[in-house]
T-cell receptor, first 115, second 109 residues
Framework: DTGVSQDPRHKITKRGQNVTFRCDPISEHNRLYWYRQTLGQGPEFLTYFQNEAQLEKSRLLSDRFSAERPKGSFSTLEIQRTEQGDSAMYLC?????????????FGPGTRLTVT | AQRVTQPEKLLSVFKGAPVELKCNYSYSGSPELFWYVQYSRQRLQLLLRHISRESIKGFTADLNKGETSFHLKKPFAQEEDSAMYYCALSGGSNYKLTFGKGTLLTVNP
């Protein structure tokens, strides 16, 4: 499968713990996006990378959130001191910005439950 | 600011009936509009983008800049069309997507 992959698919953690999610984009895609989706809502943008550079962060991304994309390949999203409000589906998407083709390809998501 | 509105949370039709999923947007520039679909237990996948003007799985969508709408239509719904449909907008050089809340389409036999 050469699509976007995410790990883990499910994560249950206790409030106050740290969690880290991983996203592997489609090979050679230069853009990588993180979104968060809560029940009854569409995905909401969190942040994105152009190669290894993080170019934009949403106001949704509090100081407890950090994302990296070392060497412009896979990306990690870490949440420190988790809160119950962090419970959501975290989606990763990648795209290759070229000749006007900007469509994003999504991973299966990581469902986080904070108890 | 970018905003996408899908007024219907739920839409239920019978097989063979026409279906229209509504989408309105707000954006000050020239946006790109997309429809994404999520079948049960599958990931979000791109269905249509307005620039390509394609018909995918019998679905079409026309961008109406005057009404700021991008409604998704299919003349004869099939049971396999049952899914969650999201309208999304992309604007600016970051190409981030702004999604609507989605419409759950159920096609009854």
């Amino acid at each position: 499968d050469t699509g976007v992959s995410q790990d883990p698919r499910h994560k249950i953690t206790k409030r106050g713990q740290n969690v880290t999610f991983r996203c592997d984009p489609i090979s050679e895609h230069n853009r990588l996006y993180w979104y968060r989706q809560t029940l009854g809502q569409g995905p909401e943008f969190l942040t994105y990378f152009q190669n290894e550079a993080q170019l934009e962060k949403s106001r949704l991304l509090s100081d407890r959130f950090s994302a990296e994309r070392p060497k412009g390949s896979f990306s990690t999203l870490e949440i420190q001191r988790t809160e119950q409000g962090d419970s959501a589906m975290y989606l990763c998407a990648s795209s290759l910005i070229r000749r006007g083709r900007v469509e994003q390809y999504f991973g299966p998501g990581t469902r986080l439950t904070v108890t | 600011a970018q905003r996408v509105t899908q007024p219907e949370k739920l839409l239920s039709v019978f097989k063979g009936a026409p279906v229209e999923l509504k989408c309105n947007y707000s954006y000050s520039g020239s946006p790109e509009l997309f429809w994404y679909v999520q079948y049960s237990r599958q990931r979000l996948q791109l269905l249509l983008r307005h620039i390509s003007r394609e018909s995918i799985k019998g679905f079409t969508a026309d961008l109406n800049k005057g009404e700021t709408s991008f409604h998704l239509k299919k003349p004869f719904a099939q049971e396999e069309d049952s899914a969650m449909y999201y309208c999304a907008l992309s604007g600016g050089s970051n190409y981030k997507l702004t999604f609507g809340k989605g419409t759950l389409l159920t096609v009854n036999p």
